[in-house]
């Protein structure tokens, strides 16, 4: 095969792989919607929520909550908003820099979380349950070597851990 062959097939090859991850995503997320819509919250929201959690009590500011999102959403004050008048976050100014608001999540947002935990994983089961465990594992660590690359990166063996 010449050169100018293989970066064509390459690039052919590159663009189906990268539909076929648009195409799954939309089906995994209609999936996560649907879920979510039960529950009264979004999946931005929902996303807030869990990195929240994972933050532990010190929460996280504004700032650190939008870098930690999945999906970028142009305006995090507003979804934090929301989900502070539906009592599920809490905004705290920090005492030494009143320019700097954490937010926490609440027991509400907790226990929402815990509601929703067995449902989700069993979602994420059932969504690739065709697989098999050595896919799976191959699958992930290209997607691990996928991010890493595009964010110019090398892939070391934890280069981006799942919800």
């Given amino acids: 095969m010449k050169g100018g062959d293989a970066m064509a097939n390459r690039a052919l090859l590159s663009r189906d792989v990268l539909l076929d991850l648009l195409r799954l995503h939309e089906e995994l997320l209609a999936d996560v919607t649907a879920?979510?819509?039960?529950?009264?919250?979004?999946?931005?929201?929902?996303?807030?929520?869990r990195i929240l959690r994972g933050a532990g009590p010190g929460g996280l500011t504004g700032t650190g909550l939008a870098a930690a999102m999945i999906t970028r959403v142009p305006d995090v004050t507003r979804l934090v908003d929301r989900l502070e008048g539906a009592g599920l976050v809490r905004r705290e100014r920090c005492?030494?820099?009143?320019?700097?608001?954490?937010?926490?999540?609440?027991?509400?947002?907790?226990?929402?979380?815990?509601?929703?935990?067995?449902?989700?994983?069993a979602g994420h089961e059932a969504s690739l349950q065709g697989m098999t465990l050595p896919e799976l594992e191959g699958l992930a660590a290209?997607?691990?070597?996928?991010?890493?690359?595009?964010?110019?990166?090398?892939?070391?063996?934890?280069?981006?851990?799942g919800t």
Avoid: F
């Fill in 142 to 161: 290209a997607l691990r070597r996928a991010l890493a690359v595009r964010r110019g990166r090398s892939a070391g063996p934890r280069a981006v851990k």
């Fill in 95 to 121: 005492r030494e820099d009143r320019r700097v608001v954490h937010v926490r999540v609440e027991a509400a947002g907790l226990a929402l979380l815990a509601r929703l935990d067995a449902p989700m994983l």
């Fill in 35 to 49: 879920l979510l819509k039960e529950h009264d919250v979004t999946a931005p929201q929902y996303n807030v929520l």
